[in-house]
């Protein structure tokens, strides 16, 4: 039997025959990583690079290369893609820039490459669009967040999974109802004061949470971000519940 999908008996290489697999709703969401120098994310914040609006030139490269994916990557299927988008999370401490790319389609074979490739894309052109003053921006940690649909069902990355490390409360344990709630990433930087009853430690990194995410905290909890800054994030409960010390932390997506 030949073991490898890309090559047939005979050792040529092939484009995978999908034909038998049935229709499925795909969705896959990939993220990478920008490294830049202090002074360059701040002129890009303001939009004071020369070439014009970095975040929205690199953003509509990333939703074209996404849709070329078929045409640089040699056994990818040409598919027929109803969703690409592209989000930012800007970590000002670290200066970094997250890129979130998702993709959709409904199809016989799956969309990660394009999520991935519309990452690596979008990075690339905000290294283009900076190079002119900071040669030493850097691009990394591309990854596969979430895919689901086909045979093999749902992944997601342990780097959206988390748990919660610390509660304000003597009993490990509380119960969080219908109102607000700070998540912080380290207690020793959180400075407000007004919700030190209604605050939680994770081991994810904040700074690199997209506001336009929701986080689902133990079996039930369920919080959407209102306000982001370095150092924590503000919620809204949707879903109120109890939380206690190592349940598990998952960023939600809205794809």
Known sequence: MNKFSHFDEEGNAQMVDVSEKALTKRIAIAKGVVKVKSETLQKILDKKIH???????ARIAGIMGGKKTSDLIP???PLL??????????????????IYATTKTTGQTGIEVEALTAVSITGLTIYDMCKAIDRSITIGNV???????????????????????????????????????IIVSNVQEFEVSNFIDRRLMTDLNINQIPKSCKIKIGERLLIEI?????????CYVIKSGKIKLSDRVEVIFND
Do not use: F, P, R
């Open 226 to 234: 209102i306000k982001k800054e370095y150092n924590y994030l503000k």
């Open 75 to 77: 056994m990818c299927h």
């Open 51 to 57: 070439k014009g609006d970095v975040l929205e030139v």
């Open 143 to 181: 990854e596969l967040l979430k895919k689901s649909g086909g045979k093999s069902g749902l992944y997601l990355s342990e780097s959206i999974i988390g748990k919660v490390i610390s509660l304000n409360n003597q009993n490990n344990e509380s119960i969080i109802n219908k109102d607000t709630v």
């Open 81 to 98: 893609i109803s969703k690409i988008s592209i989000e930012y999370a800007i970590d000002k401490k670290n200066n970094e820039i997250s």
